[in-house]
């Protein structure tokens, strides 16, 4: 079993194996589940997580206010030529809402759809903001109500049926225009969960990884017309056509599997295909 954990790493590796196999447990239950069951599961598998792993990453960085505010910052950068006053907010997966909370003191009104209790806990919410939790799938908020929709790091965490009926619920949601941008990660550079360190594909939590082309194409399907990608980082992104993303991504699919992954984990590749899609409806 190949370990492969960095420096930039601060749990021990007892403590990163810990999660791994918890992780593989509970995401195992979850693959194998009939959609009927996925949908319970969803948040009782996520909320049983966070409470076995008690220095999970995402639990850990809402307790580090500064790098939280920095990813915050960067991420309202990201949003900002989409956000009016007027405008409603969709956030789905938003984990400690400390973004959509962000988001709340520049538009209208914002909802944030999420499957699991424990990671929003003790959040002060303001009055424009509305906290619904899902099944997985749906998201309850009204039809043709939303100006602008946003996820990341969530498409990958849903069983690939249940990824498709939950984009075509924000695609139900969207006004006609409207925009939904989506960050997940790429499957060439990938895994990207906790199996990382341990495994060539991912068998954690991230149920399905996907390529820029692989993703337009689910998007396209669901009746999405108009395309781009932000290439960047840290609030500072380049548009580019996903024709050019999806021409790297074939060239780097000629390689095999482990030359591939290394070429798109270095730069300037790591940039390009770590992209952000933005799908106008």
């Not at 960067?74 to 409603?88: C, I, S």
């Not at 082309?213 to 609030?235: I, M, N, Q, W, Y």
């Not at 380049?238 to 030359?259: Q, S």
Request: glycine share 6%; aromatic share 8%; with cysteine.
């Amino acid at each position: 079993m190949p370990v492969r954990i960095p420096n930039s790493e601060t749990r021990t590796f007892e403590r990163v194996l810990a999660h791994y196999r918890i992780e593989q447990e509970l995401a195992a239950r979850l693959r194998s589940a009939p959609k009927e069951e996925r949908r319970r599961l969803y948040t009782s598998l996520y909320d049983e997580l966070f409470r076995r792993v008690h220095d999970h990453p995402q639990l850990t960085l809402k307790a580090s206010a500064a790098s939280r505010q920095a990813e915050v910052s960067a991420r309202l950068k990201l949003l900002g030529p989409y956000l009016r006053p007027d405008a409603t907010y969709l956030e789905v997966g938003p984990g400690d809402c400390a973004l959509a909370t962000a988001v709340a003191q520049q538009v209208r009104k914002v909802y944030a759809v999420d499957v699991s209790n424990e990671i929003t806990v003790g959040v002060a919410l303001p009055e424009n903001f509305e906290l619904a939790i899902s099944d997985g799938c749906s998201i309850p908020v009204p039809e043709r109500s939303v100006d602008v929709a946003y996820s990341d790091q969530l498409m990958e965490h849903l069983h690939a049926d249940d990824a498709r009926e939950q984009l075509q619920n924000i695609y139900q949601a969207l006004k006609p225009g409207g925009v939904y941008l989506c960050i997940t990660p790429n499957r060439l550079s990938g895994p990207h969960d906790v199996s990382r360190y341990f495994d060539e594909v991912a068998t954690g939590f991230h149920l399905r990884e996907y390529t820029v082309g692989e993703l337009t194409k689910l998007f396209s399907a669901t009746g999405f017309r108009k395309f781009k990608v932000l290439a960047g980082g840290g609030g500072h992104h380049l548009p580019l056509p996903p024709k050019l993303i999806r021409v790297v991504e074939w060239f780097l699919e000629l390689f095999p599997r482990t030359f591939g992954r290394t070429l798109a984990r270095g730069l300037p590749l790591r940039v390009i295909l770590g992209a952000k899609l933005v799908a106008r409806k």
